[in-house]
């Protein structure tokens, strides 16, 4: 088996399990009821917020572009 098949096989695990799934979740929810509850004036909180949103969604879309990958290379 190879490498990219492999990794594929990882992250799609690792994207199904349920501890991920819930601690992703958690963590997305906290930040935008952070967020959402900042002050118009607390530009460096939000900005801070935003960023790591985009670091978790990031991250889920990294594992997503893994099982893609092996995918097309099982394809080949």
């Not at 990882?10 to 799934?21: G, P, R, S, V, Y």
């Not at 939000?46 to 097309?72: F, P």
Request: aromatic share 8%.
């Amino acid at each position: 088996m190879s490498k990219v098949i492999e990794d594929a096989e990882h992250a799609k695990n690792i994207l199904a399990d349920e501890i991920f799934q819930r601690i992703f979740t958690s963590l997305e929810e906290r930040l935008k009821a952070t967020w959402k509850m900042t002050e118009p004036q607390d530009n460096e909180k939000r900005e801070q917020l935003y960023y790591e949103l985009k670091a978790l969604d990031s991250i889920q879309k990294k594992l997503v572009g893994y099982v893609e990958n092996g995918i097309i290379e099982m394809k080949r």
